[in-house]
């Protein structure tokens, strides 16, 4: 499977972006948003089970949704109210969904930037 990720940009704080991860597969699998700030570790900021379960990390709950479309086997993560801090080059994995928790698998797309301006 390959994992195609897309829509990073700049944008103004405030601002909103949308980035898709489009799988080579058609079967609905978990996935993750990760994200990894330059001198940070990289950290999951959502991810959604293969039905509509959904976690988010603390700083972005409320500002970030994680949904998908399975027509177009695609996970989505719709950000507004963009902050600085979300400043980061973000990943999509693909992985497992064990009782109500996401588990980080080892397919990786690529890194789309985002970049905020304050």
């Known amino acids: 499977v390959q994992l195609q990720a897309s829509g990073g940009g700049l944008v103004q704080a405030g601002g909103s972006l949308r980035l898709s991860c489009t799988s080579s597969?058609?079967?609905?699998?978990?996935v993750g948003w990760h994200r990894q700030a330059p001198g940070k570790q990289r950290e999951l900021v959502a991810a959604?089970?293969?039905?509509?379960?959904?976690n988010y990390e603390g700083s972005v709950n409320g500002r970030f949704t994680i949904f998908r479309e399975n027509a177009q086997n695609t996970v989505y993560l719709r950000m507004t109210a963009l902050k600085p801090e979300d400043t980061a080059v973000y990943y999509c994995?693909?992985?497992?969904?064990?009782?109500?928790?996401?588990?980080?698998?080892?397919?990786w797309g690529q890194g789309t930037l985002v970049t905020v301006s304050s």
């Open positions: 994995n693909q992985g497992d969904w064990l009782g109500t928790r996401y588990v980080e698998g080892t397919t």
């Open positions: 959604i089970s293969p039905g509509t379960r959904t």
């Open positions: 597969e058609s079967s609905a699998e978990a």
